[in-house]
């Protein structure tokens, strides 16, 4: 079953065109990973799956139904959770404060629970009662992390989680995701880290100048080293003659 589906989407801010019809699909129960370079429209693309900018083209349907044109909440309620890209959390909310409100909200009761949350990230039930600015960059992302999950949702949208943290917490990330798909959530993963988005995912697109320009398993994407240094490669710096 198609847990999500984006057909032929067109996002713009303002007269710039991001999208230019984009399609894809997350199975139930997978990890897909949406890869590319920045600024090729994977930030844009998880923004119009939670509503924040509504596609003016194109069909986004989540569990069989059209999500493209509701309001973020209404998104949240039916049951995708969002990692931003930055954590985005609260600087005068506390640990445990933030957890709450999550919880408060929760789609279901069961499954994540603040202490499961606490049990998966042992730092949090530590930093319970910090401000959360006072927290390092990478318990930050854990919180951002649990708070998203607290909440039970059936997708998982995940915005570069790895980004600007040590190897430990990305470990750590990717241990999370994949105990995710086994207990049957389903994760649309935008990332950078290539290794870790190869390890951890079931599918694999790649996003350049607001197209899928690459569809595959992880493990034909490996062998690709081709496709790997024409989309995901750093791109060659451009010089005036």
Do not use: C
Not at 23 to 42: C, I, P, T, Y
Not at 67 to 90: D, K
Not at 208 to 225: A, M, R
Request: glycine share 8%; aromatic share 6%.
């Amino acid at each position: 079953m198609k847990i999500l589906e984006l057909i032929d989407v067109h996002t713009y801010y303002g007269d710039s065109h991001i999208l230019n019809g984009v399609s894809l699909q997350v199975e139930e129960g997978s990890v897909v990973a949406l890869l590319g370079r920045n600024g090729m429209g994977k930030t844009t693309t998880i923004s119009s799956i939670m509503g924040f900018n509504p596609p003016r083209d194109g069909l986004i349907r989540f569990k069989g139904e059209k999500i493209s044109g509701l309001p973020p909440h209404r998104i949240s309620q039916a049951g995708v959770a969002l990692v931003p890209q930055g954590r985005h959390i609260f600087p005068s909310l506390t640990v445990a404060e933030h957890l709450m409100i999550a919880e408060h909200h929760a789609k279901k009761r069961d499954g994540w629970s603040i202490e499961k949350a606490y049990s998966a990230f042992p730092v949090l039930r530590r930093r319970a009662n910090s401000w959360a600015n006072l927290m390092s960059g990478g318990e930050q992302q854990l919180l951002s992390i649990a708070r998203a999950l607290v909440t039970n949702p059936d997708l998982l949208l995940v915005d570069e989680p790895s980004e600007g943290l040590a190897p430990l917490i990305v470990q750590q990330i990717a241990d999370i995701i994949s105990e995710l798909r086994n207990e049957g959530t389903s994760v649309l993963l935008v990332e950078q880290n290539l290794p870790m988005a190869l390890k951890i995912s079931d599918y694999v697109y790649i996003l350049s100048k607001g197209e899928i320009v690459y569809q595959s398993t992880p493990t034909e994407l490996d062998k690709n080293k081709e496709v790997q240094d024409k989309f995901l490669g750093v791109e060659p710096v451009q010089t005036s003659e």
